[in-house]
T-cell receptor
Framework: ETGVTQTPRHLVMGMTNKKSLKCEQHLGHNAMYWYKQSAKKPLELMFVYSLEERVENNSVPSRFSPECPNSSHLFLHLHTLQPEDSALYLC???????????FGPGTRLLVL | SQKIEQNSEALNIQEGKTATLTCNYTNYSPAYLQWYRQDPGRGPVFLLLIRENEKEKRKERLKVTFDTTLKQSLFHITASQPADSATYLCALHTGGFKTIFGAGTRLFVKA
């Protein structure tokens, strides 16, 4: 295991639901990331946090809302998603931004 | 436009042979480049990092080369094994807060 955990591992939600993805890192890192991975597409960077401050917001729709309460935890709050948001959502952490990233196992999200 | 290209077609090789995967990029000047392995339904796992002033890096059966003139990195797995079957991603660090990932190449090693 990489020291980065994500829950839940699988999530099915309707377009009107509100849900949250959770990520926790046990590596003492100062940077955390959310990525979206769709089939046969490159990882898409969504958000970057450094020392609990958001430093990158990669033109992500407002129906995705990140939260970083401390350097070990990262959340992605989901609201009124669309079917095209179905994907694997990956959390990662690194000692500092731009260093090697350690990924969690991902949450497989299906929006109906 | 800025692009990273990895061979989208799967690479099939026989056990024991050397697998060579390619990562080409345009319009970037990366400070360093990384290779990750990803198994189905799992997150990527870091393998190797090579800096712009390094030509080659090795780790056990893995070797990475980096040619900033050709804008290309090659990733080699020698004496390949069925357990090496996975998708391999290259990633560029271009400055700022972003890491840019390629779409990956799927490798199948047949016994």
């Amino acid at each position: 295991e990489t020291g980065v955990t994500q829950t839940p591992r699988h999530l099915v939600m309707g377009m009107t639901n509100k849900k949250s993805l959770k990520c926790e890192q046990h590596l003492g890192h100062n940077a955390m990331y959310w990525y979206k991975q769709s089939a046969k597409k490159p990882l898409e960077l969504m958000f970057v946090y450094s020392l609990e401050e958001r430093v990158e917001n990669n033109s992500v729709p407002s129906r995705f809302s990140p939260e970083c309460p401390n350097s070990s935890h990262l959340f992605l709050h989901l609201h009124t998603l669309q079917p095209e948001d179905s994907a694997l959502y990956l959390c990662a952490s690194s000692q500092v931004v731009q260093e090697t990233q350690y990924f969690g196992p991902g949450t497989r999200l299906l929006v109906l | 436009s800025q692009k990273i290209e990895q061979n989208s077609e799967a690479l099939n090789i026989q056990e024991g042979k050397t697998a060579t995967l390619t990562c080409n990029y345009t319009n970037y000047s990366p400070a360093y480049l990384q290779w990750y392995r990803q198994d189905p339904g799992r997150g990527p796992v870091f393998l190797l990092l090579i800096r712009e002033n390094e030509k080659e890096k090795r780790k056990e059966r893995l070797k990475v080369t980096f040619d900033t003139t050709l804008k290309q990195s090659l990733f080699h797995i020698t004496a390949s094994q069925p357990a090496d079957s996975a998708t391999y991603l290259c990633a560029l660090h271009t400055g700022g807060f972003k890491t840019i990932f390629g779409a990956g190449t799927r490798l199948f090693v047949k016994a």
